[in-house]
């Protein structure tokens, strides 16, 4: 059996907001916006890519120089930028690029997965969090973007690009999941999964990380939630496309969904 503690995500839009898709078929715009069944979406893997993003900041910040919590670079080794390994050579990001697990590794030797993995999931294996796509049922304004000839000081023609984007004040809602126990396999939130008999796979939940901060296996669920998940998501932040025009800026509320 498979327990979880749910939590309701409101996104509300401060600033006209836009997560593109790319240019559909049926579509009349250059430039829609993501939709599904008809409503505008906010995708899994956006709102996943974000919480990422933000797990990655805290960890650095609140743990940087501890080699148990770095986050990894989720990309495969051989496709790291220059910049990455710099992040990488500053010791701000665990080295090899992404986490990732197969059965294969386990027979020779378990390579430890990073804390966001730990969370989210890396390749190869399932994390503790379901990042849902959140709806809404407001339906997005079509704009015009236009580009003036300098010379002739007048709009050019065939330039026009129309593109679709949302007003603020939009209201976005989904579902979190959070998995904290999963008797099948054993695995627990918060503890480490054992695998093969290695113990190695979550090793920043090992007692060594315990000198640099607090003793993570004590802490319980909501705990546990609170800092690593609902806490980076709550607040003001930017996200989704046409950052440099004004868009993006968005307010996150988290609240859990009691039984
Ligand atoms: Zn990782």
């Known amino acids: 059996m498979k327990s979880f503690k749910k939590f309701s995500i409101a996104l509300v839009t401060v600033d006209p907001f836009r997560i593109g898709t790319s240019k559909d078929v049926m579509s009349a715009f250059d430039n829609p ?5 008809g409503k505008v979406v906010v995708q899994g893997p956006t709102l996943k890519g974000f919480l990422r993003n933000r797990l990655e900041e ?11 919590m770095k986050p990894c670079i989720p990309s495969s080794e051989n496709t790291l930028s220059a910049d990455e390994k710099i992040l990488i050579k500053d010791g701000k990001y665990k080295p090899n690029g992404a986490c990732h697990y197969s059965s294969e590794d386990a027979r020779k030797r378990v ?6 993995c730990y969370f989210l999931g890396a ?36 330039t026009n690009r129309n593109y ?29 999964r054992k695998i093969q008999d290695s113990d190695r796979l979550d090793s920043w939940l090992n007692e060594r990380s315990v000198k640099y901060s607090k003793k993570f296996m004590e802490l319980t ?29 968005v307010n996150i509320t ?3 969904i009691k039984k």
């Not at 916006?33 to 069944?37: E, K, L, P, R, T």
């Open 33 to 37: 916006v993501a939709m599904i069944g």
């Open 58 to 68: 805290y960890l650095i910040d609140t743990y940087g120089g501890n080699d148990l």
């Open 111 to 116: 390579s430890p997965i990073c804390p966001v």
């Open 123 to 158: 390749n190869g294996l399932n994390g503790f969090v379901r990042v849902p796509y959140l709806y809404t049922e407001s339906r997005p304004d079509e704009l015009y973007s236009v580009r003036a000839d300098r010379a002739k000081d007048a709009v050019v023609d065939r």
């Open 164 to 192: 679709q984007i949302m007003a603020d004040h939009t209201v976005f809602n989904g579902i979190l999941e959070v998995l904290t126990d999963n008797s099948l396999n054993g695995w627990k939130l918060g503890q480490k």
């Open 221 to 249: 669920y909501d705990e546990l939630i609170a800092e690593f998940i609902i806490n980076l998501l709550n607040g003001e932040n930017v996200m989704g496309g046409f950052k440099s025009k004004g868009c993006g800026k």
């Open 254 to 256: 988290v609240t859990i």
